[in-house]
């Protein structure tokens, strides 16, 4: 920005409405690309560690921007949770998770749960539950073929209303996914309140196995006690050989990462699926 009056406060007020009108625009963007339908889903698998099995897929959000290209969630999504767009986009990521886990089961693909990602705002909107509840009635989803990621600092706040709404989400046969594990400087106690399925040790833990005796520690810890409670462990983030078979070797019981596939359209996907399930 260009300072023609030499102070400092102008400087910043320039700086100031250069971002807000950056974010107005974005939010405007965003919402001819929902009416457009620019955003798509993206399908990574998760295995079992030892016999290679899909298990099921975690659906990642990307928008497919007609002049800057295929666009990560991280330029995005928390946009959309500051401008109050996140609610219409998470319900349009449940709505099409749901269209897709229907279209898969009439071709007779199985694909076993599909997860996906709730942000901490759109957890608390009161929409949440009709959309979900909306969505399954359509698309004749069954218990066990949607799954719910939340993250652990979702979790830890307000855990009277969290633990409410978990239940209804129990109550709609919606399994919960305690995403980014080990980021969210947890008390653990919620652990015990919340029955989550399944633990996703963030990638952060993983990235430097099985070289980093730290990381090794706490991944056994982890795994531990996620199995004391009878949760089931997901390692995100996987990429080598080296980290795999440790993982393996202390009870992870499911793998997500690049090593066993990148997130891909439906129809890579899909090619994945058949793969594994000739093999
Ligand atoms: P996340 O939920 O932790 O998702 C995992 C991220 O790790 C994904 O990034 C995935 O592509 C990436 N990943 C998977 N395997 C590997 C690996 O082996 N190595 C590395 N380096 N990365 C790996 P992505 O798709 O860019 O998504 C980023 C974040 O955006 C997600 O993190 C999630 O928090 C958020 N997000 C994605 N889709 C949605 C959505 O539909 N709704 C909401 N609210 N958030 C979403
Ligand atoms: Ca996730
Ligand atoms: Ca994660
Ligand atoms: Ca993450």
């Not at 279209?103 to 539950?129: C, D, I, M, P, Y």
């Not at 653990?188 to 399944?198: D, E, F, G, Q, V």
Request: glycine letters at 8%.
């Amino acid at each position: 920005a260009k300072n023609l009056g030499g102070s400092r406060t102008s400087f910043f007020r320039e700086e100031f409405n250069h971002q807000l009108q950056a974010a107005l625009q974005l939010e405007a963007e965003m919402r001819q690309a929902l009416e457009r339908n620019e955003f798509v889903l993206h399908y990574q698998p998760l295995v079992d560690a030892r016999s290679g099995a899909l298990l099921g897929c975690e659906a990642l959000i990307r928008w497919q921007h007609p002049i800057r290209g295929l666009l990560s969630p991280f330029h995005f999504i928390p946009a959309a949770e500051q401008c109050g767009l996140i609610s219409e986009l998470g319900a349009w990521t449940i709505r099409s998770a749901c269209q897709q886990i229907a279209r898969w089961k009439e071709a007779g693909l199985q694909v076993g749960t599909v997860a996906v990602n709730v942000s901490a705002l759109e957890f608390r909107h009161h929409r949440l539950l009709d959309t979900l509840t909306t969505a399954i009635a359509a698309s004749g989803v069954r218990p066990g073929e949607l799954e719910i990621e939340l993250t652990e600092s979702v979790l830890m706040t307000d855990i009277q209303t969290t633990q409410l709404i978990i239940e209804r989400l129990h109550a709609l046969g919606l399994p919960l996914s305690v995403d980014d594990f080990g980021t969210g400087y947890s008390s653990l106690s919620y652990l015990k309140h919340l029955r989550p399925a399944k633990l996703k040790i963030d990638r952060s833990f993983v990235k430097d196995l099985p070289g980093e005796e730290g990381d090794q520690v706490l991944v056994r810890a982890i795994v531990q006690l996620a199995h004391s409670l009878g949760i089931k462990v997901v390692a995100e983030g996987v990429e080598t050989e080296a980290q795999q078979a440790f993982l393996r070797d202390i009870g992870c019981e499911i793998l997500q990462g690049y090593l066993i596939s990148r997130p891909q359209d439906a129809k890579g996907f899909e090619a994945f699926a058949r793969r594994v399930s000739n093999t």
